[in-house]
């Protein structure tokens, strides 16, 4: 024991004596560490940025669409009963156990969402399973948070397309779309 604390001695004398070369080293090091430190938690966020707005945009990492041929070389994207069936029980006799399993009605930009005289025309409409899909909601960045109980005649809007027609929580917005046999159907919804 008398050795060692001899020793341990000796190494703080030597690091008292030469401090000075010691404190560039440190210094370089504790830069280094910063530098390292600072990209990884920037890879890190890029990353959750990315992993999750894909989230929000697909619902999964897996993702089946489908498309029903229509007269005249159009099609529909749609997945009947019977080929859900078949691709749940593919994922489920392949191993890959999912976490979550969200069913979503996608439209194309065919939709039109009419508020106060105004309208315009969606990029994307997205029905949602607000139950199924509360891991990403809670994942994502709103302007004013949603209200807890969405339900089945509420909607949320991208803050530019509220702002552009001047919608706010709790106003009732008109949707409308074509249905799939090409007929046009419209439905009032909540803000929410």
Do not use: C
């Not at 990315?50 to 489908?66: E, K, L, N, T, W």
């Amino acid at each position: 024991m008398e050795s060692f604390l001899a020793i341990f001695r000796l190494g703080l004398k030597y690091l008292y004596r030469y401090r000075r070369r010691y404190a560039f080293l440190m210094a370089v090091l504790i830069f280094g560490f910063a530098i390292v430190t600072f990209i990884t938690s920037t890879k890190d966020g890029m990353y959750d940025s990315a992993y999750y707005s894909a989230q929000s945009h697909y619902a999964g990492d897996i993702v089946a669409v489908g498309y029903e041929a229509l007269s005249g070389g159009e099609y529909l994207h749609r997945l009947g009963s019977h080929e859900i069936s078949a691709i749940l029980n593919a994922a489920r006799l392949s191993g890959i156990n999912p976490q979550h399993t969200v069913l979503r009605t996608l439209f194309g930009s065919e939709s039109v969402v009419h508020f106060n005289g105004n309208a315009i025309r969606l990029r994307y409409l997205v029905g949602s399973d607000w139950e199924s899909e509360a891991h990403i909601f809670g994942k994502m960045n709103f302007d004013e948070g949603p209200e807890p109980d969405i339900g089945e005649e509420g909607i949320i809007l991208s803050v530019p397309i509220a702002r552009q027609m001047g919608a706010q929580m709790g106003d009732m917005v008109i949707i409308e779309l074509e249905t799939r046999f090409v007929q046009k159907n419209t439905g009032t919804f909540t803000v929410k």
